[in-house]
């Protein structure tokens, strides 16, 4: 290839990556923990303070809060499997009309269960939304609310990402055989890097690639949904999801003659072996076109979204009328759908797949922090000869340095300070969840400020000792609250929420390593680079401290 077509494809993967990058950055690092949204949801969540109830009782519950409370009838849901983040065996919400469909900030919740007397009770419950708020952080790239504009925003990221691991993989192309899985460790810091991130860059393409692409359709599927249907479907595309309607004077049924759930299940377990229910979600029981939709999961097939898929059973009958969404037997052109849904959510292979995506979430994290430094390094004015005066640092290179490290350590910061404080601040602040914004903001933009503040090179090791003593946090709450039960938090010992804590460990570790050798390079790392502290000291300008962090 020709040397001037590689030098207009580097231009064009190093610019889309500065723009982008550290949105991306916020991104992946969220995305990585939002694989583990159950157990994150499980580790933040109390103890249910209503009362148990068993499955075989779950007939009477129905039936009973359906009397007390008609409107539920239109979409609630039992659960199959206990759990720290289920409150109750049944649970509905309500949305604010006016709120956006991906905004689940102004949902109320409820909770139902039975009395020592057999009645339905009903109590409005407030479920942690620590997972979801990280969530929404990954799908909107770090602004505060699952918008509209701000997934529109997250598209253009998501192309420019696409553009820059197209032109990334065009730059290295000339080298690629030569340079492959070449790790030069010494002195040359930014030689090593560089491979480091070739490297991650090239082995991780596949997953990069499917990220990138679906990223851009979840952004604007509404607008290619409803250019569909407009051009193909004559604006009647939404009826083919539809079941047929009733008959005219159709009558109302009782939903006391409904199959008991565990009929129902016991039917789905039948149509498909391999499937395992976590939940049933009842649709418009009380109507003719009444439907149960039986979640759950199958390891060994794709699932359409990450809590699994469902299939559709008519509750009276016990019926299996729709299998569309249902694991293992989706026909051809919905495996091909779900498949986009799944390979972003990891929603296929199990426990496995979804430590694979963990770790190559947190690698594609690094990669982005890795590409913004060595940009920063490349454009270093070196001293000119030994014992000479050291060069003034270009003004972007250094706030770019100080961006660099402010948004992407101040992301780290504010995660891990709303996990700890989603437990913290139950019970003593109102509702917590209206707190865990107010947390990741406040430290994320005083992590930011406090890096344009310090300088880069500075600020970065306080921000990586400040990541690892927030995170170590994490465990030592659950370990606090478990021996003193008299601060009125909890500690669950499922695996789900242990694993919590020892992630959250060995966070603490990784952070702490990096925080010991960000030090030792400001301290002695070459004087002229804008990750050394001694070049600053040595040349400051205009009162202003030169950039510092360690690459």
């Not at 889309?16 to 159950?38: C, D, P, Q, R, S």
């Not at 640092?393 to 891990?416: E, F, H, K």
């Amino acid at each position: 290839m020709r040397s001037e077509f590689v030098r207009i494809y580097k231009a064009v993967h190093t610019w889309t990556g500065i723009i982008a990058g550290m949105a991306l950055f916020i991104a992946f690092y969220a995305g990585a923990l939002t694989v583990f949204k159950e157990p994150l949801a499980r580790w933040a969540s109390p103890p249910g303070a209503i009362r148990p109830v068993a499955l075989e009782d779950a007939q009477q519950l129905i039936v009973g809060t359906l009397a007390a409370h008609p409107a539920a009838a239109r979409d609630f849901t039992l659960y199959v499997q206990d759990a720290e983040n289920v409150p109750a065996r049944l649970g509905w919400h309500v949305r604010n009309p006016d709120a956006d469909d991906h905004d689940d900030s102004q949902v109320r919740h409820y909770a139902a269960t039975l009395d020592a007397y057999g009645a339905a009770q009903v109590e409005e419950t407030h479920p942690s939304r620590l997972a979801s708020f990280i969530d929404t952080l990954h799908r909107v790239v770090g602004l505060p609310a699952d918008s509209d504009p701000n997934r529109w925003v997250m598209g253009v990221v998501a192309a420019l990402y696409a553009l820059a691991l197209v032109s990334g993989v065009v730059v290295l192309l000339p080298s690629l055989v030569k340079d492959f899985f070449a790790l030069r460790v010494g002195k040359n810091l930014k030689r090593m890097w560089l491979d480091a991130h070739n490297v991650v860059g090239i082995v991780s393409l596949p997953f990069h690639l499917v990220m990138a692409l679906t990223a851009v359709v979840f952004a604007y599927h509404d607008g290619i949904y409803a250019v569909q249907d407009r051009l193909l479907h004559d604006g009647k595309w939404g009826t083919a999801f539809q079941r047929q309607r009733p008959a005219p004077g159709a009558a109302e049924r009782d939903p006391a003659t409904m199959l008991p759930p565990l009929e129902i299940l016991a039917r789905v377990r039948e149509f498909s072996p391999g499937f395992e229910p976590t939940m049933l979600q009842y649709q418009q029981v009380g109507g003719p076109r009444a439907v149960v939709r039986v979640w759950g999961k199958d390891a060994a097939a794709v699932s359409p979204r990450a809590r699994g898929g469902f299939a559709a059973v008519d509750p009276y009958s016990g019926k299996v009328v729709g299998s569309d969404s249902l694991p293992g037997r989706q026909s051809t052109p919905n495996l091909f759908i779900s498949s986009f849904f799944a390979l972003h959510m990891a929603a296929f292979g199990g426990t496995p797949v979804q430590w694979m995506y963990f770790l190559l979430g947190l690698a594609g994290a690094w990669l982005f922090y890795s590409g913004n430094l060595l940009w920063v390094e490349s454009r270093r004015k070196k001293q000119a000869r030994q014992g000479g005066e050291l060069p003034a640092q270009r003004l972007d290179v250094r706030l770019m340095a100080a961006a660099t490290v402010g948004v992407c350590l101040g992301c780290i910061c504010g995660v891990s300070l709303a996990i700890v404080g989603s437990k913290w601040l139950h019970g003593l602040a109102g509702d917590a969840n209206a707190w865990l914004p107010a947390l990741y903001y406040g430290t994320f933009f005083a992590s930011i400020g406090w890096a344009f503040l310090r300088g880069a090179a500075r600020a970065s090791v306080h921000l990586l000792w400040l990541a690892a003593t927030i995170t170590a946090a994490i465990p030592l709450t659950s370990l606090l609250a478990w021996s003193l039960p008299v601060l009125g938090m909890w500690t669950h010992t499922s695996a789900a929420s242990l694993g919590v804590d020892a992630t959250a460990l060995a966070g603490t570790a990784a952070f702490a390593w990096m925080a010991r050798a960000t030090a030792r390079r400001v301290r002695s790392g070459a004087p002229d680079s804008v990750w050394s502290a001694s070049g600053a000291q040595a040349r400051p300008e205009a009162g202003v401290p030169a950039a510092q962090t360690p690459r």
